[in-house]
């Protein structure tokens, strides 16, 4: 009988790195790192109010300099004054992480960013509730696991 071989499992980013550079590429970013590693770039300031779209670049004219491309950034509303008077340092953020004067100007565009919803942490259950479940626990020899399932047990209990 024949053993089998050795697991070779890829990482997940490898394997839809393809798929999800030719996404980006539709939207004009060379690298995906501009979206993905947003927060580093911009500073968490910037980038709990703005996050990059697309990258505009203009169409080369023959036997002139590559012009430098804009930047399209989702702004929430209020803070796109804000944002528009830091355009300076942005550019400068970007390019610097690129390596090179790749970005020439910023264009903003209020909407709502896309943001996973974040959860509101659950409130710790009621004292009362949790000692009429220890109460029904008392088989449990170990004090710290017969708590911590008195308060799961009041937990559920409420919702």
């Known amino acids: 009988m024949s053993k089998p071989g050795p697991i070779s499992a890829k990482p997940l980013s490898t394997l839809l790195g393809g798929v999800f550079s030719e996404a980006f590429a539709k939207q004009g970013f060379a690298s995906r790192e501009l979206v993905t590693r947003w927060a580093e770039i911009a500073g968490p300031d910037i980038a709990a109010h703005a996050?990059?779209?697309?990258?505009?670049?203009?169409?080369?004219?023959?036997?002139?300099?590559?012009?430098?491309?804009?930047?399209v950034l989702r702004v929430e509303g209020p803070m796109?004054?804000?944002?528009?008077?830091?355009?300076?340092?942005i550019l400068q953020r970007v390019n610097r992480f690129l390596g090179w004067n790749a970005?020439?100007?910023?264009?903003?565009?209020?909407?709502?960013?896309?943001?996973?919803?974040?959860?509101?942490?659950?409130?710790?259950?009621?004292?009362?509730?949790?000692?009429?479940?220890?109460?029904?626990?008392?088989?449990?020899?170990?004090?710290?696991?017969?708590?911590?399932?008195?308060?799961?047990?009041?937990?559920?209990?409420r919702n």
């Open 80 to 89: 796109a004054l804000e944002i528009q008077h830091m355009s300076g340092v």
């Open 103 to 157: 970005v020439g100007r910023l264009a903003l565009r209020q909407a709502p960013l896309s943001r996973p919803a974040t959860r509101q942490p659950s409130k710790p259950p009621d004292t009362a509730a949790v000692a009429r479940v220890a109460a029904t626990l008392e088989a449990v020899e170990d004090d710290g696991l017969r708590e911590a399932l008195a308060r799961l047990g009041a937990s559920i209990k």
């Open 51 to 71: 996050e990059p779209l697309k990258m505009q670049w203009p169409r080369p004219v023959e036997g002139q300099p590559q012009t430098p491309a804009t930047l």
